[in-house]
């Protein structure tokens, strides 16, 4: 079964991290551009960041950037979050493109697979 798997989520404090990690089930994920998207509860989905097949063309929502980082390696892609605030509690979902051409970054409506999502939650 071809699909995306999220992991990391979880509770953290305000100004703690957290590295969410994409893997991919069926298919090599080096293939495609690959984003994460995040909804905040009873809020719609927002594109937070980005990264290309080359590995070094990435994008950032101004929201996380300077504070989050988005790499690959090995068919996974990690999001790096630092100096997490109550803002950035979400459900956080993986995304991919259907093809390696695609830039950053990439809309709601050009993602070709959805994980399912592993929810974040910052608090005291």
């Known amino acids: 079964q071809l699909q995306l798997v999220e992991s990391g989520g979880g509770l953290a404090q305000p100004g703690g991290s957290l590295r969410l990690s994409c893997t991919a089930s069926?298919?090599?994920?080096?293939?495609?551009?690959v984003g994460w998207f995040r909804q905040p509860p009873a809020k719609l989905h927002e594109g937070v960041s980005c990264?290309?097949?080359?590995?070094?063309e990435t994008s950032y929502s101004d929201s996380v950037k300077g504070r989050f980082t988005i790499s690959r390696d090995k068919n996974t892609v990690h999001l790096q979050m630092n100096n997490l605030t109550r803002e950035d509690t979400a459900v956080y979902h993986c995304?991919?493109?259907?093809?390696?051409?695609?830039?950053?970054?990439?809309?709601?409506?050009?993602?070709?697979?959805w994980g399912k999502g592993t929810p974040v939650t910052v608090s005291e």
């Open positions: 995304a991919s493109t259907g093809d390696l051409t695609h830039t950053c970054p990439i809309r709601f409506n050009d993602v070709f697979r």
């Open positions: 990264i290309r097949t080359n590995g070094y």
């Open positions: 069926g298919f090599s994920l080096d293939d495609y551009t």
